[in-house]
């Protein structure tokens, strides 16, 4: 579904059984920068939904949004049928940070951090229970850092900081969880390990929002994308809005795009080549390709 002008407030505020419905929200900074305006777009539950966009184009500012971290000047945000207060309190919830946002320098083991997944689960006093335990040890096991359990995370690669606070969201149990930048510099089998688990939690009924750089990963594991520029310019099922058009769309003159006509010997095809910074994404006669080539097995950044 593609919303270039008029933003399509129908689907997001009329689905009120989706999984994160979002309608004309807007978000004025405190020094009067609008870093999204009159946002619209519906995820249903039972989906891993991409956010892309170029830098700045208000990916984080939406998370923050959907975190009730700021508030909204305008438009509403209601996650699965009910408003982010209720979700929040629920412990619906939970995100997994871009590595930025982290102070690595903080001297905490592994399943500490994994742990804080379960606060919202104790009481006042934090001390936690057999099930607490149980949940993180479950977590670790399912991201396959069961051994590294009793490391500072200060000591461990990318790839391992990104599955800790994975596991941190799944010891929390939330239903909806937003993931910001999963991908950055993380080696390319721990980005299938990644989309696997993502998987399985989208057919346990979760709802995802991945923000992401890796534009080749998108038609491979994201059932929705959600297109943004300052506002959500195409929202809906991958395969109708990663198009070419609202690629350039969203990224103009940002991206590497190049057009090749074909092998010499052969009929002349229109290849276009979208690299952000990490797998490139390859359109063939218009259509984006599931899967290209990787580029590489060393950690990327
Ligand atoms: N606290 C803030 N106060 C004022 N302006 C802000 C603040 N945070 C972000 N912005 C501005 O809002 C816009 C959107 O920023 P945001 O961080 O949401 O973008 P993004 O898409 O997440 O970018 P990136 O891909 O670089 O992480 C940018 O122009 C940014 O400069």
């Given at each position: ?13 009329a689905?009120a ?57 305008r ?33 905490v ?8 997944g ?25 991201v ?32 909806v ?56 310019l ?5 395969v109708?809005t990663?198009t ?31 690299s ?14 599931a ?11």
């Amino acid at each position: 579904m593609t919303v270039p002008v008029v933003p399509q407030v129908r689907a997001a505020s009329a689905d009120a059984g989706s999984g994160i419905a979002v309608t004309g929200a807007t978000v004025v900074y405190r020094n009067g920068h609008t870093a999204i305006r009159d946002a619209t777009f519906a995820i249903p539950t039972g989906t891993i939904a991409a956010l892309v966009g170029v830098n700045g184009s208000g990916k984080s500012t939406l998370f923050k949004a959907i975190m009730g971290f700021v508030r909204l000047a305008r438009g509403d945000i209601r996650v699965l049928g009910g408003p982010v207060e209720e979700a929040l309190r629920r412990r619906l919830i939970a995100y997994v940070p871009q590595a930025e946002e982290v102070d690595w320098n903080f001297p905490v083991l592994v399943e500490d951090v994994v742990m804080m997944g379960r606060y919202g689960h104790m009481g006042m006093m934090r001390i936690p229970r057999k099930a607490d335990h149980e949940a993180v040890a479950a977590a670790l096991a399912r991201v396959n850092m069961s051994e590294l359990r009793k490391r500072q995370i200060g000591e461990l690669s990318g790839g391992q900081r990104k599955r800790v606070f994975l596991a941190r969201a799944l010891a929390q149990d939330s239903r909806v969880i937003l993931l910001d930048e999963p991908f950055t510099g993380v080696d390319v089998k721990t980005e299938d390990q990644i989309v696997t688990l993502l998987r399985e939690l989208r057919d346990e009924g979760r709802v995802m929002l991945v923000s992401t750089h890796n534009l080749g990963s998108v038609p491979e594991f994201c059932d929705q994308t959600i297109l943004i520029k300052g506002t959500v310019l195409a929202y809906g099922p991958t395969v109708e809005t990663f198009t070419q058009a609202n690629l350039e769309m969203a990224f103009g003159g940002v991206l590497r795009h190049f057009v090749l006509n074909g092998d010499p010997g052969g009929k002349p095809q229109a290849i276009g080549v979208f690299s952000d910074d990490e797998r490139p994404l390859v359109f063939q006669d218009g259509r984006a390709t599931a899967r290209t080539p990787d580029t590489g097995n060393g950690d990327r950044h």
